[in-house]
């Protein structure tokens, strides 16, 4: 099915294009739905040259090493492009996309991909910041995992999902908008879902989690736990 308008719009590198310049680049363009919990794709798999961004919804990004275990890479929101390499790379899928909940993902032939930047170069530039901040990300992950506790990983990740999703008042505390799972912030930091668990519960009084959701009661307690200051030593 064509994107519409109304979703070509929500990619955020498109933002700058006129309506008439989207209308342009329709006729190239495709979208396809996923439901919750359906693979988008898998890692190793040999893709079109094309341009993959997520018009609606929450896709996740994860590794499976041999041994299967998972590592969660990052989560996307709507606006969000994916599969680098399908456009600059080998063609082969760097890690296995998931649908979050309902997704719509569009995607677009590299060609008119190109010829949209040829016409507007902030295109590239757009995608090259994207890129650079997910190389950062990256570096800071790889340090935490090699250097960091496990209790100091937790509180940068609470922080790090707080600003990425947003926050609103509860009766407690700040809760974030964004629900999720003990498996997902413990593969996403590195360590076992029974070590998150129990994590929580030594942060108690900082950070409540229940059935998804998170409510910081304490934001400069989870600063000084992220930030290395506070007295949370490992067992």
């Known amino acids: 099915m064509q994107a519409t308008l109304e979703l070509l719009t929500a990619i955020a590198i ?9 209308a342009q680049l329709q006729p190239d363009t495709q979208v396809h739905r996923y439901q919750k919990g359906e693979i988008v794709m898998s890692e190793g798999d040999c893709l079109p040259a094309k341009l993959y961004a ?3 919804g929450a896709l996740q990004i994860a590794k499976i090493a041999p041994t299967g275990k998972e590592t969660i890479l ?5 606006g969000d492009f994916f599969a680098a390499p399908a456009l600059l790379g080998d063609g082969i899928a ?10 719509w993902v569009l995607t677009l032939d590299r060609s008119r991909l190109l010829e949209a930047i040829q016409r507007h170069p902030d295109i590239a530039l757009q995608m090259m910041q ?16 090699v250097s960091e506790r496990a209790i100091v990983r937790l509180a ?8 990425r999703s947003g926050t609103i008042p509860s009766a407690s505390g700040q809760q974030l908008t964004a629900r999720v799972s003990y498996y997902q912030i413990a ?3 590195g360590i076992t879902y029974e070590e998150c668990v129990r994590l929580f519960k030594r942060i108690h ?14 934001e400069q307690a989870l600063e000084a736990i992220a930030s290395g200051t506070e007295a949370f030593y490992e067992p």
């Open 130 to 145: 994207v890129l650079n901040q997910r190389i950062q990300q990256l570096h800071e992950t790889v340090h935490g995992l």
């Open 187 to 189: 593969r996403s930091i």
């Open 14 to 22: 498109f933002a700058e294009l006129t309506s008439t310049e989207l």
């Open 54 to 56: 997520l018009a609606e």
């Open 94 to 103: 760097p890690a296995t996309v998931t649908a979050k909940s309902d997704s």
């Open 205 to 218: 009084s900082i950070v409540i989690y229940q059935r998804g959701k998170l409510t910081i009661l304490d």
């Open 74 to 78: 990052r989560t996307l929101s709507a």
């Open 156 to 163: 940068k990740f609470i922080q790090s999902l707080a600003l």
